[in-house]
């Protein structure tokens, strides 16, 4: 998979999917030479311009050669000061104010497997499934060492990439910009694809032209955020869901992050991702290292599904662990819509039997069962069962729950704390905060300095106190505001900046100790909804409460968002009244049901208060998706229409079994229309020689409840060839009433 070619002196990092190459020029410089589909061996039928550039320096030892200059090569660690005038990778300062190092090529390594990044969730894999190349570039002056890792998956289209910087010299040197990847394409072709959004509203997909100049997405927040998704893809502008190049970009970090494109002054493409420079500054003495958290890259020639596949393959088989890897997730009921803060024994006991009733097979017990906590003014921090609310402690609800056979999960929000709270009382010191300027609020709570061992070890023990128990198999860990005043208290002045990077450390540390002594409990991690949908946090916690929007039609564009970079099992997506209480809307029953199936299903909504014919409907739906729920976990997932194009009225998805014989396809309208137009459904990923059997059809419902009495349902028995299903597709016929859902089920006929 790796290999390099002595005479000429480059890298091939190959697999069946791709093809990477870098060259050592001139014994010193690593240049990019390509990224796409896989090659037989670069030999370099395109040779690098060699054109003699105004205005583009030339390094000191090569003054005569004017063709010569790091300002037009593609490197694949890019600095400063020596003429490359696009964004950096890296930047130092060291101890005389000076920001000008030189760093050049010493030696690479090729190791079995995938060596694990120290404090940092990574892709992990076994000996035989992938190798890694280390190339180390030294400074000329011997300050510094940079080592570039790229481990290639065997089978997979996906590639990764991180930097270990090490002072190798006697001062200090400061780290102002530590990016994880510098990557140059040779043209500017290229739509830029993002996930932007909000609380509650986030991963909408933007696709724009990629622009002259650089572009930015990131974060500042101390968090990956709801606002912008630390997600990046590269189209060419022919590209679509099922065809055409595309390279896709998926930082594995939680914190602040920048995504940068820059279309220079020649037209090639400049990538650099990495942790927010705006954000971030490190200290590095003498023989100390820092790691760069880890970019995973995929290439596909299959379109958008075939990047996001690449993505989901990766993160299914090499991010995520524990018990729940690779099993089912149990469909839930959590009582914060049900509820809020206002419950007792009594209340979560009804919901419990009623779940049961239905089929459901967890409830979790939401925010305000410790300390004094009725609203959200008090209490974080105080990891102490509230009595009054629940008499017979926590015991007693995880007991009457186990009881009525259902698992039993908890809330969280370990990284906060309330300033009327024990904690607080005990240790006024432990939030982040400057001393001279008053500490912002958000949501009335203060953020803990998890850089600091004594925090992380509070957290650590306050969490395990109640998971020892062993009546807790579930928890949900939720994090409600972002960082400010982002400083320690007692921390060196040099070292100030580091605190949001530390943090981010901190919360690694913690989650390990925690996931790893509780390898039975299964945790999902929040942040407000999907504000920190990560790929690192899904290192530690399998699945993610995609967002606090909890409407049907939301959350087709939320979820179809966020399956660009992440698979269905992560996304917890459960069934809300109507009106919904985010948006007000009102949508059919089956429409919330289908939508919530497409992920971790459950349901977020006083289930007692249900009338017995939604009672008798949702335990269809609840055994429906048990069902199906492998095939949707455990498969492959399609987007077939987005609702980030066309009418943006449409939302398709695909499911295929891992053993490839059952398909679960969904459709979903938003608002009906007039002259309704005649639409096709077009599979895909089919085996086009074999023939699939529609074995089960649901048509739409609308509000009142009854079907519209959508034509396809004639289709139910018939059998058709892959191809006829991918090429000629299936209609859905006249839709009346707005919010529609539909779902087919096919069965492959052996
Ligand atoms: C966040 C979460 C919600 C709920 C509340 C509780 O907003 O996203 O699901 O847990 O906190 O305060």
């Not at 004594?454 to 807790?472: E, F, H, T």
Request: charged share 25%.
């Amino acid at each position: 998979m790796i290999t390099f070619d002595e005479k000429n002196q480059v890298f091939h990092l190959k697999n069946d999917r791709y093809s990477y190459c870098f060259q050592i020029e001139r014994g010193k410089y690593l240049l990019h030479r390509y990224f796409g589909r896989p090659l037989h061996e670069f030999r370099g039928s395109a040779e690098r311009p060699a054109l003699d550039r105004s205005f583009s320096p030339q390094p000191g030892a090569y003054e005569n050669e004017r063709t010569f200059s790091l300002d037009v090569v593609p490197q694949e660690l890019s600095t400063n000061g020596h003429g490359d005038f696009r964004i950096p990778s890296l930047e130092v300062v060291l101890e005389d104010g000076t920001t000008v190092i030189e760093l050049g090529y010493e030696g690479y390594e090729v190791k079995k497997g995938k060596p694990a990044l120290e404090g940092l969730p990574a892709l992990y894999a076994k000996d035989d499934e992938a190798e890694t190349l280390e190339v180390t570039l030294a400074d000329t002056k011997g300050r510094m060492k940079a080592i570039l890792s790229y481990t290639v998956f065997a089978g997979d289209g996906v590639l990764t990439r991180s930097v270990r910087f090490v002072n190798t010299g006697k001062e200090a040197i400061r780290l102002e910009n530590a990016s994880s990847l510098s990557l140059d394409f040779p043209d500017h072709d290229f739509d830029r694809l993002s996930l932007y959004g909000g609380h509650a509203a986030e991963r909408s997909l933007e696709r724009i032209r990629l622009m002259r100049g650089v572009q930015v997405t990131g974060s500042t927040r101390g968090a990956s955020s709801h606002q912008q998704s630390p997600f990046l893809a590269l189209a060419r502008p022919e590209t679509g869901e099922l065809s055409g190049d595309v390279y896709g970009f998926s930082f594995i970090y939680s914190g602040s992050f920048r995504m940068a494109t820059e279309v220079e002054q020649f037209g090639t493409t400049r990538v650099v991702i990495g942790l927010n420079p705006d954000d971030f500054a490190w200290t590095l003495k003498p023989s100390e290292s820092f790691q760069t958290p880890e970019v995973v890259l995929a290439y596909a020639h299959d379109g958008l599904n075939g990047m996001s596949q690449a993505f989901h393959k990766a993160y299914r088989n090499h991010l995520l662990r524990g018990k729940y890897q690779h099993s089912v997730r149990p469909i839930l009921v959590n009582n914060w819509e049900a509820t809020y803060f206002d419950f007792d024994d009594e209340k979560l006991d009804n919901l419990a039997a009623c779940a049961a009733d239905l089929g459901i097979e967890l409830m979790v017990l939401d925010d305000g069962w410790f300390g004094h906590r009725s609203d959200d003014n008090s209490s974080l921090g105080d990891w102490k069962v509230n009595r009054e609310k629940l008499k017979g402690g926590l015991e007693g609800v995880a007991e009457s729950t186990h009881k009525r056979g259902l698992k039993f999960g908890l809330w969280f929000e370990p990284e906060m704390i309330s300033v009327d709270s024990d904690l607080y009382r005990a240790h006024p010191d432990w939030p982040l905060h400057v001393s001279d300027y008053p500490t912002s609020f958000g949501r009335h709570q203060l953020v803990l300095d998890l850089s600091r061992k004594d925090v992380q070890d509070y957290i650590v023990k306050s969490v395990s106190d109640i998971l020892a128990s062993g009546a807790i198999d579930y928890v949900k860990w939720d994090f409600n505001r972002h960082l400010t005043e982002a400083f320690s208290e007692g921390r060196a002045p040099e070292h100030q900046r580091e605190t949001k990077h530390r943090f981010i450390l901190g919360l690694y540390s913690v989650l390990e100790r925690i996931t790893q002594s509780f390898p039975d409990v299964l945790f999902e991690s929040c942040s407000g909804g999907g504000g920190r949908f990560d790929a690192a946090m899904l290192y530690y916690m399998p699945q993610t409460w995609t967002s606090d929007d909890t409407d049907a039609i939301c959350r087709l564009s939320i979820q179809t968002g966020t399956s660009y970079a992440f698979p269905p099992i992560t996304m917890g997506a459960h069934v809300s009244v109507t009106p919904n209480h985010q948006v007000g809307r009102m949508t059919p029953m089956q429409t919330r049901a289908f939508a919530a199936m497409m992920g971790c299903y459950g349901y977020e909504m006083d289930i007692t208060r249900m009338s017995d014919a939604e009672k008798q409907q949702v335990k269809e739906h609840i055994a429906l998706y048990k069902r199906l729920r492998p095939t949707i976990q455990l498969g492959t997932y399609t987007r077939l229409l987005t609702p980030f194009a066309g009418t943006k009225n449409e939302t398709a998805w695909m499911f295929t079994s891992e053993d490839e014989k059952e398909v679960a396809l969904f459709y979903f309208k938003a608002l009906s229309e007039p002259a309704t137009p005649i639409r096709r459904l077009r599979l895909a990923g089919l085996d086009p020689d074999a023939q699939y059997k529609v074995v089960e059809y649901y048509p739409a419902q609308s509000l009142a409840h009854d079907s519209d009495g959508a034509g396809s349902s004639k289709l139910v028995g018939q059998v058709f060839y892959g191809d006829e299903l991918m090429q000629e597709g299936i209609n859905i016929e006249k839709i009346s009433s707005d919010f529609t859902a539909y779902l087919w089920v096919l069965e492959k006929v052996e």
